[in-house]
Each structure stands twice: as structure tokens, then as C-alpha cells.
């Protein structure tokens, strides 16, 4: 069966430090790969999907960037933080882009102070 | 513009029927899904309807009509488990979900 890892799960930085979230799926081939961010009276927000190695698409400037190194590996970065990225990040991943099931990561919680 | 409403909270009583409303408007559609998440957790799957019609699933059943841009999740034989948020998302064009800010559902005894 297929399952989706990432960490940390809770995590709290100072302002200006850098940011590494992974996110790792087993039991299945070529996922399609996103990062969503959900902040605090906010509702889900892509940040990132990949339906590749190496194929990254952004879907909000900011402050972030994304990696695919990996089939089924997910990396969400940062090189300093602001505290405007304070949320809840949640992994996910999909058979079908769009058209199917999002299976979530469990979150990292991320506080910048 | 890509716009999904949900109203932000809900009380209901356990034992009884609860109806999530969404409206939605995008760019191109894809099927439109309900995710259950509790506090602090990821969310869910609950369904998926790409078709006008009822979708049933045990206690919970999910509608859609695409000319009125109109879902709801309905929830029945309410239990105090079923105390989460409630995310409706569509799926446009681009092919990515946009979830709306979700429906805060409190069951009470």
C-alpha cells in the first residue's frame, strides 16, 4: 500500500533562518508531488507541485522554493524566513493531477518568531 | 477569479442532519471533493462528484449541480466524532485543486 512521510512535525525558527521540510512517498511510481500551506483562517493554498523529477511549478511568488531530487522525494526550502511563513505545511500526492484523490502527509507545523 | 465559498462555522446537534453548502466559481471543471479534517491533522478524502447528482457513502452523501456551481456534503446520524472541519475543493482547468477556507462543523450532545 501506498504511504506518504514528512517531517518535522512541529518545528519553530527565528526569522531569517533557513527552512528544509521533506516528504517522501512509498508504494508507488511517478507520483504527482505537492506542497500546500495552510495558514490560520486561511484555507489550503498550493505552493508547489511536481509531476516529475526535476518539474517544479509554482503557484504563488514567495519565499519558498521547491525540489524534486528524487521520484518520490519532496523537499520544500527556504533561505530566510519571514514570519508571514508561520503554517501549517501539509505534503501531498496524487495518481491523476487534478482529476484524482490527494493523499496528505500528516503536516509540519512551522512557527517563526 | 477562481472563488469558493463555505460558510465558516456550523453547530449541529449528534443524532441529527447536517448540510454543508459550497458555491463555487472557476475556470474550467474537473470534479469537485470533500476532505474531513480534524484539528491539528491532514485532511481526508470523503468523495468526489464530476456529475450533477447524489453521491452516497454510509453516512455521508455529497450533491452537485454544475450549471448553479452548487455542492453540498450532507451528513447524517451526526456523532461527536464528526466534530472537524469540512474542506470543499474544485478541480479547474489548470488541472490543481483550490480548496475553499473550509466549514467548521461542532457537534454537541
Known amino acids: 500500500s501506498q504511504t506518504i512521510h514528512q517531517w518535522p512535525a512541529t518545528l519553530v525558527q527565528p526569522v531569517g533562518s533557513p527552512l528544509s521540510l521533506e516528504c517522501t512517498v512509498e508504494g508507488t511510481s511517478n507520483p504527482n508531488l505537492y506542497w500546500y500551506r495552510q495558514a490560520a483562517g486561511r484555507g489550503l493554498q498550493l505552493l508547489f507541485y511536481s509531476v516529475g523529477i526535476g518539474q517544479i511549478s509554482s503557484e504563488v511568488p514567495q519565499n519558498l522554493s521547491a525540489s524534486r531530487p528524487q521520484d518520490r522525494q519532496f523537499i520544500l526550502s527556504s533561505k530566510k524566513l519571514l514570519l508571514s511563513d508561520s503554517g501549517f505545511y501539509l505534503c501531498?500526492?496524487?495518481?491523476?493531477?487534478?482529476?484524482?484523490?490527494?493523499?496528505f502527509g500528516e503536516g509540519s507545523r512551522l512557527t517563526v518568531l | 477569479g477562481q472563488n469558493i465559498d463555505q460558510p465558516t462555522e456550523m453547530t449541529a446537534t449528534e443524532g441529527a442532519i447536517v448540510q454543508i453548502n459550497c458555491t463555487y466559481q472557476?475556470?474550467?471543471?474537473?470534479?469537485l471533493f470533500w476532505y474531513q479534517q480534524h484539528a491539528g491533522e491532514a485532511p481526508t478524502f470523503l468523495s468526489y462528484n464530476v456529475l450533477d447528482g447524489l453521491e452516497e457513502k454510509g453516512r455521508f452523501s455529497s450533491f452537485l449541480s454544475r450549471s448553479k456551481g452548487y455542492s453540498y456534503l450532507l451528513l447524517k446520524e451526526l456523532q461527536m466524532k464528526d466534530s472537524a472541519s469540512y474542506l470543499c475543493a474544485v478541480s479547474g482547468s489548470q488541472g490543481n485543486l483550490i480548496f475553499g477556507k473550509g466549514t467548521k462543523l461542532s457537534v454537541k450532545p
Open positions: 472557476t475556470s474550467g471543471f474537473n470534479g
Open positions: 501531498a500526492w496524487s495518481v491523476l493531477v487534478g482529476a484524482g484523490e490527494l493523499f
